[in-house]
């Protein structure tokens, strides 16, 4: 069964950091393009960063530059989230997911593979 599956959430002090990881499995990660998203209580979702399949452009949502650091690693099949200088309002479920490759700074999820969610909580 071809799907993407996040892991490295949890519960973390203000100022802290996480890393997120979303690793393919049924599929080559390769050939994708892959984007983080996240949704908080009452919110609707939110696009946080996106990552091209081939050179590695990045985007980031305002609201993470500086902070969060988007990568891959396709000899693991597996895109990281590395989130520094957590904030509260980073508190969210976080969710990978395939999107289109251009123009990437939309970060469009392409209707392919979609994670079942990783809860990150900054709380003191």
């Known amino acids: 069964q071809a799907q993407l599956v996040e892991s490295g959430g949890g519960l973390v002090q203000p100022g802290g950091s996480l890393r997120l990881s979303c690793a393919a499995s049924?599929?080559?990660?390769?050939?994708?393009?892959i984007g983080w998203f996240r949704q908080a209580p009452g919110k609707e979702r939110e696009v946080v960063s996106c990552i091209t399949s081939n050179d590695g452009t990045t985007y980031y949502a305002d609201s993470v530059k500086a902070r969060f650091t988007i990568s891959r690693d396709n000899a693991k099949n597996t895109v990281y989230l590395q989130m520094n200088s957590l904030k509260p309002e980073d508190t969210a479920v976080y969710y990978c997911a395939t999107v289109l490759e251009y123009p990437i700074g939309l970060c469009r999820y392409n209707n392919k593979y979609w994670g079942q969610g990783t809860q990150v909580t900054v709380s003191s």
């Open positions: 049924g599929f080559t990660l390769d050939y994708y393009a």
